[in-house]
Nanobody, 116 residues
Framework: VQLVESGGGSVQPGGSLRLSCAVS????????ISWFRQGPGTEREDILT????????AYADSVRGRFIASRDDDKDTVTLEMNSLKPEDTGKYYC??????????WGQGTQVTVSS
């Protein structure tokens, strides 16, 4: 199993970023996929889960209304559109199977830094 996140960077508050996650090695279309975030000195938290039908099925309150996930089962990719970014969104972002299903070994993540 490989999970490869990309698209991170530095952005000013209020800006936007699009993250991508490419997966291989498991039947991607069968599983809900989650995005996770680990901020400085914090634990990795689930922030958004997208179900097998492409609809978000769980959001952390901190990202509701600002982050949108989508998936392409033909390309085995998941995208996270992040809008109205805040400094507290700073952290490393990861994708994985939804935690309740069972996590795979983590990818390297992609760093997002929001600061003025």
């Amino acid at each position: 199993v490989q999970l490869v996140e990309s698209g991170g960077g530095s952005v000013q508050p209020g800006g936007s970023l699009r993250l991508s996650c490419a997966v291989s090695g498991f039947p991607f279309s069968r599983y809900a996929i989650s995005w996770f975030r680990q901020g400085p000195g914090t634990e990795r938290e689930d922030i958004l889960t997208i179900g097998t039908h492409g609809s978000a099925i769980a959001y952390a309150d901190s990202v509701r209304g600002r982050f949108i996930a989508s998936r392409d089962d033909d390309k085995d990719t998941v995208t996270l559109e992040m809008n109205s970014l805040k400094p507290e969104d700073t952290g490393k972002y990861y994708c994985n199977r939804a935690r309740v299903i069972g996590l795979f070994p983590w990818g390297q993540g992609t760093q997002v830094t929001v600061s003025s």
